[in-house]
Each structure stands twice: as structure tokens, then as C-alpha cells.
């Protein structure tokens, strides 16, 4: 029997390159500690310490902890896709690594499925790890699972796009900048840690108008309040998505 040693030029399937890139750009987010630092270890800081130690008036322990668990998932979905993605595709843009792998046979839009993709993954283990710590602290959860799963994929839709929005426009170090301002200011005005009564009255619609906002209240409501799913939360944060996602593709730059 013969054996042929013949190459077999040509790309691997679609569904291939996009499980390898996605693996990579997971390699890449976990062996970053500063990104480490910022979707991982802030949250649960974030979690911990307000659940401990009585910043503002929310009631018993139990009542910090209900309020604060849904605003912490928010706040990792914030971190991971906005932030995290507006501040590393920026430098792959810098860097030229956006240009070449442009030129590979995997397609522009599916390195943005897998930068997606790998997105998801931290959050799934972001969502795991915060759980715990929230168990620990006694929590007690209401509402469905599914209804969570889908408001933190509207989330990370709409976050990604705008971290994408901003990677894409501006240069390295102001998305760095900005994307690092805009987490702070949210972290603050996004329901996350502060309840929105203890702002004034006539900005809590445009508070919760911001998919930060959207985000925590829906989760708090379905967490907290054993809410089936709260549209109006949901359709913010999918209008978000759909017009933060036509200006960056009508606006991004790979180079």
C-alpha cells in the first residue's frame, strides 16, 4: 500500500478557524492580569466590601447583597465587554495585529464572532466566580436563569459594540483613556453599587436609559423581584446594541 504525502492547500472550514481564534483571544484575555484585574478581582472586591461594610443605608446585610449581586454581574459584563475589548482591540489596532489578521482567510466579521465568543467565556466564569462569593454571603436568589442569560447577552451586545465603537475611531491611548473613564463614571451612575433614589429625581430615567442603567435594574429586577423579564430593560439595551453596532461597522478602521 501506497502512502501519498501530497499538500493539501486550502483553508480550514469557517467553524474552525472561528473555535481557534476564540480560543486564542481567551488564551490572551486570561494571561493579561492588568484585564484580570479588571473583570475578575474588581467585581468581587466590589461585591465583598459593600456587602461587609455599610457605605450607605440599604437595609440588613441580606437586602446589601440583593441589590449588589445583580449590579456586580453588570458591572462584570461592563468591564469585560466594554471595557476589556475597547482597550485591547484598540492596541491589536495599533500594533497592526487588526491589518494582518485581516488578511488571513478567516473573514473580518468572524474574528468579531470569536472576539465575541471569547467574551462570553470570561463572563461565564466571571458569573461562576461572583456567585460563589454572593452564596458565601448569604444570598438568595429569585427569578430564572434564562431570563438573566438572555439580559446579559443584550448586555454584552451592546457593550461590545460600543467598546468596538471606540476601539475602531480613535487612537490606542484615548481609548485607553476613555474606555477607563467611562467605567469609573458608570461604576458610580450605573445602579451598580448606588441605588438610583439617592440621585436626583429627574435624572433616574436617563440613568436607567444607559445600558448600564438597563442592565442592573433588569437583573435586579428578575434577581431581587422574581421578575419573568423586563422588556423595557431589554429593549434598551437591544437599541443600543443595534445602533452602537451600525456606527462602529459604518465607522471602524483595521488600521
Known amino acids: ?17 472561528v473555535r481557534a481564534q476564540a480560543g486564542l483571544e481567551l488564551r490572551m484575555i486570561l494571561r493579561n492580569g492588568e484585564q484580570l484585574l479588571l473583570t475578575i478581582v474588581i467585581p468581587v472586591l466590589v461585591l465583598t466590601v459593600f456587602a ?10 441580606a437586602s446589601r447583597v440583593d441589590f449588589l449581586v445583580p449590579g456586580v454581574f453588570a458591572l462584570a459584563v461592563l468591564s469585560t465587554a466594554f471595557t476589556g475589548l475597547a482597550i485591547g482591540t484598540g492596541f491589536e489596532r495599533r500594533y497592526g495585529a487588526l491589518k494582518r489578521l485581516g488578511a488571513t482567510p478567516l473573514p ?15 463572563e461565564a466564569l466571571q458569573v461562576v466566580l461572583l456567585s460563589a ?6 444570598w438568595g436568589p429569585r427569578g430564572s436563569v434564562p431570563a438573566v442569560a438572555v439580559l446579559m447577552v443584550a448586555g454584552t451586545a451592546a457593550f461590545s459594540a460600543l467598546g468596538l465603537l471606540m476601539a475602531g475611531t480613535l487612537r490606542a491611548e484615548a481609548t485607553l483613556a476613555a474606555a477607563n473613564l467611562v467605567y469609573l463614571l458608570l461604576l458610580v451612575t450605573g445602579g451598580i453599587a448606588v441605588p438610583f433614589d439617592r440621585f436626583p429625581a429627574g435624572a433616574r430615567p436617563f440613568l436607567e436609559a444607559l445600558p448600564a442603567g438597563a442592565l442592573s ?7 431581587r423581584d422574581g421578575a419573568v423579564l423586563p422588556w423595557g430593560h431589554l429593549a434598551v439595551l437591544l437599541g ?16
Not at 1 to 17: C, N, Q, V
Not at 133 to 138: N, P, T
Not at 217 to 223: D, S, T
Open 240 to 255: 443600543w446594541a443595534a445602533v452602537a453596532g451600525a456606527l462602529a461597522a459604518r465607522t471602524f478602521r483595521w488600521e
Open 52 to 61: 461587609s461594610v455599610e457605605v450607605m443605608d440599604l437595609g440588613s446585610r
Open 108 to 122: 473580518r466579521w468572524a474574528l468579531l464572532v470569536s472576539k465575541g465568543l471569547a467574551v462570553l467565556a470570561v
Open 1 to 17: 500500500m501506497s502512502l501519498s504525502f501530497a499538500p493539501a492547500p486550502g483553508a480550514a472550514s469557517l467553524a474552525r478557524m
Open 133 to 138: 462569593a454572593a452564596f458565601a454571603l448569604g
Open 217 to 223: 435594574e433588569g437583573l435586579r429586577e428578575v434577581l
